[in-house]
């Protein structure tokens, strides 16, 4: 119940930070499901990983700090700098920006590519949100690979 109330307060202090006006907008459209998801996408021309923090899928028995995969991802999205498009002028500069961040702010240990896919994060319903975490995980850590590769 605790994580419930979380995560409610985390979606009004996001549609507060969108605006009245667009919040209020797309909350009364989608019903008040989903409205995160769909204000990032809206902001960001791209979909961002609706994910609030909540930390029930936690802990991970492999140690991926899944919350803070999810927050980096959509923060470098929501920044437009991900390094995805080598014909960007600025994909280079980016691409070491991108991992040096991704480096510092999560251990090594607790990246994606230490996913199995054992699905305990999705056990019992327990993100509130219908992530499918592990494919998320499996998506970031692909693009983490090919940005690394260069």
């Known amino acids: 119940m605790k994580n419930r109330q979380d995560n409610d307060l985390s979606r009004r202090s996001f549609l507060k930070m969108v605006g009245a006006g667009t919040a209020a907008t797309l909350f009364v459209a989608c019903g008040g499901k989903k409205v995160e998801k769909l204000v990032k996408t809206q902001l960001t021309g791209e979909e961002a990983i609706p994910c609030t923090g909540c930390q029930n899928c936690m802990p991970c ?5 899944i919350a803070g995969i999810f927050q980096h991802y959509n923060q470098w999205k929501a920044n437009g700098k991900m390094p995805e498009n080598k014909d960007d002028a600025n994909w280079a500069e980016n691409r070491r920006s991108y991992l ?3 480096d510092r702010t999560i251990s090594r240990e607790r990246q994606p590519d230490h996913c199995i896919g054992c699905n305990h994060c999705m056990e019992d319903d327990k993100c509130p949100n219908e992530i499918r975490i592990p494919r998320e995980l499996q998506h970031i850590d692909e693009l983490i690979e090919q940005t690394r590769r260069g």
Do not use: A, K, R, T
């Open 100 to 102: 040096i961040s991704l």
């Open 61 to 65: 028995p492999y140690g991926v700090d």
